[in-house]
Structures are given as C-alpha cells and as structure tokens.
C-alpha cells in the first residue's frame, strides 16, 4: 500500500478536501480517463477530473447516469486506459449490474463510492457507512471485491493511487469507501512527490504472442488492449480461458473459483491497519473511515477511566482478513465495533474471533457522526464501570 509518510513529500503544505484529494489521487495513479454523473456528497470529484484530466492528456465524459458511467469505464479500460468513477449510495446501486460483469470479464476500474445515509434517496448531505456489505455482494454471483476506507484526506489521495494500482494488479473493480465526513473535510496535508510512491502499470502480453488466452485459469492473465494485434472475446457469460462462453462443469467451476481466490488468498497481504495503543489493550475499538477518528479520541477518554483501550482501524475492508483480529483476540475480554449503520462490518468480527472475545455494535443511522462521549460511554458501560 503506498504510504503517506513516505519519504519525497512535496513540502508544500496545501489545504485539501477529501473528494479533491480522491481526484488527485486518481491522476497520480495514472488515471487517463473518467465517466461519472454528478450526485452528493461526491461531486467535487467529478467536477476537478473535468477540468484536471483534459489538462493532462486525458479525457473526461459526464455521462447521462450511473450506469451509462459505469459502462464506459469499462470500455476504456478494455481499450488500454486507466479508469475511474465516483458516486454515492444511489448511484453505487445502479452500479452494480456492471460492477459484476467487470468482476467475471476481470477489468480493471475504479470506483470512489462517498457513503451517505438511506436507504433510497435518503440524507444526501449527511454521513452514513451504510454501503459496507452492498459493496462486497451488492452484484449478484459469487465473486470477491477490493475495498479500502481512508479516514484522512491524506489517505483519500494515497488510497486512490493504491486502488488503481491494486485494480491493475489484479484485473478487477477496486472501491474507495469514503464517508460524507471523510469527502467534505479539509486538511492540511503534504502530498507525497511523484516518484515516491509505487505505480503498478497493466500487465500486457508479449507482442507476437500466437496463442494468447486472456482468462488463463492459472494465474491473472496478461490483458491486451482492444485495437491491439490481440483479439479476444469478452462476455459476462463464465467463459473458458479464451473469453468464449462455456456450461462445461470444469471451466465453469474453475472460472468462479480463481476469480474469488486470486483475491481472497491474498487477503492477509492485502491487509491494512492502523493500530493505536493495542500493546497492552483488553478492551478494542474496532472502527473505520470517520469512525474511526473519533473512536481515537474515545480510547484516550477510556484510558483516563481506567480502561485499557486501544483501537485497531481497518483500512482494508475487503477482502476482510481475521488475522490481526486474532493474534490480538487472546488478551481482550471485549470488543466494540461502532459503525453508521446498524450493523455490518461487525459480524465480519465477530465471525473472525469465532466466539473468543464478545464482540458489541454500537450503530448510529440518524445522519450525524459519532461524538467521543457516544462510545465511551457505551463502552463504560459494556465493561460494566
């Protein structure tokens, strides 16, 4: 994952918000074209992508909605280029039919999702962290998905690099999870220089390849661009390792099984975390994007009660992995996961500790963020002070 403090810094402190940095974070990653639709709360995006990706050689299209953008980044992504969407709960719905038929064609794209609350047209300007299980089976099939929740503005730019990067490397849709909170703020932030972070350019096929198969079931395939001397055939039928649909049981089966594994094995690599006086913690604040700032401020105020606390904040959130979860789960006697919602990453915890540790939800759908004083509280009480 790149890393915010990377040596290289620009050492020009400048003062974002969170949907600007998401934009720059798509140009650094090399980002050559955007599709996308207005909608609150991520807008800006759009709005920066269209002044900032002609300026760059790139091309941007506003597109008549969600699923029309959804649909041209996939084409431009078929056609060699890097791509990227953004849109809010809504529009991350009409979404999904083609997020699964990027999903089993294995291309490529990225889309920054800036939660609000619903369901339906619900609180447009308003937070919510409501999208957590639309977005890993939001589209219908089995299929795995790449997730990651900034919960800095500094994060936004470098987890949208990561994103491209990672739909890159693994032929397949990325999300940005952003929150209401997390996409309006503004920081103060030092952006890394280009050159200091990683970027992950699309692996193609050798030129004079004669027997190129694009959905080789070994490993994630090379992928040529269309219009190149490579021509292939692309369904969201399950398809043989040609691209041409397939009902024989063995292809069928290996098909769904290595689009899932090529994901779901890596997912202790893919991993992310933010640990934050776990050392000697039998109490843990499990919390992500905005949450997950306030949830800080709680395990300070839990500390000065007297309660060991500490806080593990999820930057990945798909593919989930239970590792760390694990290793720390032998030394805590509680867990409290709050979330902007009535519960949805909280049984990926509590499924990761298998009944070791209780594991409670503190959920909050009213369209504000949690206060400090919410979860210490909750907490105190829980622990039965």
């Known amino acids: 994952m790149t890393d915010p403090k990377a040596d290289g810094g620009t050492t020009e402190m400048q003062v974002f918000q969170g949907n600007e940095a998401s934009a720059l974070g798509g140009l650094a990653g090399g980002v050559t074209f955007f599709a996308g639709y207005p909608i609150t709360p991520s807008s800006e995006i759009a709005e920066m992508m269209s002044q900032a990706l002609p300026l ?17 980044i996939i084409g431009a992504s078929l056609a060699g280029s890097k791509t990227m969407t953004a ?12 997020l699964g038929f990027a999903a089993i064609a294995e291309i490529p794209i990225t889309i920054v999702n800036v939660q609000r609350a619903g369901p339906s047209t619900g609180l447009p300007t308003q937070p919510a962290q409501m999208d957590i299980q639309q977005t890993r089976w939001g589209t219908h099939g089995d299929h795995s998905i790449i997730a990651l929740a900034p919960s800095t503005v500094l994060e936004c730019f470098t987890m949208t690099i990561d994103c491209v990067n990672l739909a890159e490397r693994f032929r397949t849709p990325t999300v940005l999870l952003m929150d209401e909170v997390i996409g309006h703020m503004r920081e103060t932030v030092v952006l890394p220089r280009p050159g200091s972070y ?9 030129p004079g390849t004669e027997d190129y198969c694009p959905f080789d079931c070994d490993e994630v395939a090379p992928l040529a661009s269309f219009g190149s001397e490579h021509r292939f055939h692309v369904t969201g039928l399950t398809h043989d390792k040609r691209g041409f649909p397939t009902m024989v049981a063995d292809e069928v089966d290996r098909k769904i099984r ?10 202790d690599d893919l991993a992310d975390y ?15 994007g905005s949450t997950a700032r306030v949830a800080k401020s709680s395990v300070r105020a ?5 309660v060991k606390a500490g806080l593990l904040r999820a930057k990945t959130i798909w593919p989930f992995s239970t590792k760390r979860l694990r290793e720390l789960a032998g030394d805590l006697r509680l867990i409290v996961v709050p979330e902007m919602n009535l519960g949805q990453l909280v049984l990926e915890v509590e499924r990761g500790v298998c009944g070791e540790v209780p594991v409670r939800h503190l959920g909050r759908v009213d369209g504000h ?6 979860i210490t509280g909750f907490v105190l009480k829980e622990a039965g002070r």
């Open 56 to 72: 760059a050689g790139g091309r941007f299209i506003q597109m008549e909605d969600e699923i029309a953008s959804i649909a041209a």
């Open 369 to 374: 963020l949690f206060e400090p004083d919410d």
């Open 302 to 306: 839990l500390r000065g009660e007297g």
């Open 87 to 98: 849109t809010s709960g809504p529009g991350f719905s009409l979404m999904q039919e083609n």
């Open 274 to 288: 933010e640990e934050f006086m776990t050392e000697d913690a039998d109490v843990l604040l499990f919390a992500y």
């Open 198 to 206: 990683e970027i992950v350019e699309r692996r193609a096929p050798d």
């Open 258 to 267: 290595r689009i899932v594994d090529k994901i779901e094995d890596a997912a």
